[in-house]
């Protein structure tokens, strides 16, 4: 019986497909925001509840925001969730790397600020 590899080691293994690995960049924008919004969360001492009330709004609307359900969450949204936890909202465009094999779309940096 031959042992299950670790998400790292999985990952690794997974990336070299070059179909995967651009399919897995052009997700990272969304997963590095849903993370960041975790993050400053988790960092302000705040439950998902709590963030729902200051904002307003109901618990699960907070659960779907970090599962990744803000496809269609306005800009000015996701800056009054970063704002209710003492953050900013900030994004960036990078310009194009075409040294990498990623580099076949525009790069977005999401940055979340503490202020």
């Known amino acids: 019986m031959t042992?299950?590899?670790?998400?790292?080691t999985?990952?690794?293994?997974?990336?070299?497909?070059d179909a995967l690995c651009l399919e897995y960049e052009r997700l990272r924008p969304e997963f590095e925001i849903m993370?960041?919004?975790?993050?400053?969360?988790?960092?302000a001492d705040c439950s998902q509840l709590e963030?729902?009330?200051?904002?307003n709004l109901q618990q699960?609307?907070?659960a779907r925001l970090e599962r990744g359900g803000y496809a269609t969450t306005s800009i000015s949204k996701?800056?009054?969730?970063?704002?209710?936890?003492?953050?900013s909202l900030t994004f960036s465009l990078l310009p194009k790397d075409s040294m990498k094999k990623t580099a076949k779309r525009t790069q977005t940096k999401?940055?979340?600020?503490k202020v």
């Open 3 to 8: 042992k299950r590899p670790d998400f790292k």
């Open 10 to 17: 999985f990952k690794q293994r997974a990336l070299k497909d």
């Open 51 to 55: 963030l729902a009330e200051r904002l």
């Open 35 to 43: 993370i960041k919004l975790i993050e400053a969360r988790q960092l």
């Open 78 to 87: 996701l800056a009054q969730v970063a704002d209710a936890l003492g953050y």
């Open 60 to 62: 699960p609307a907070i």
């Open 110 to 113: 999401v940055i979340v600020k």
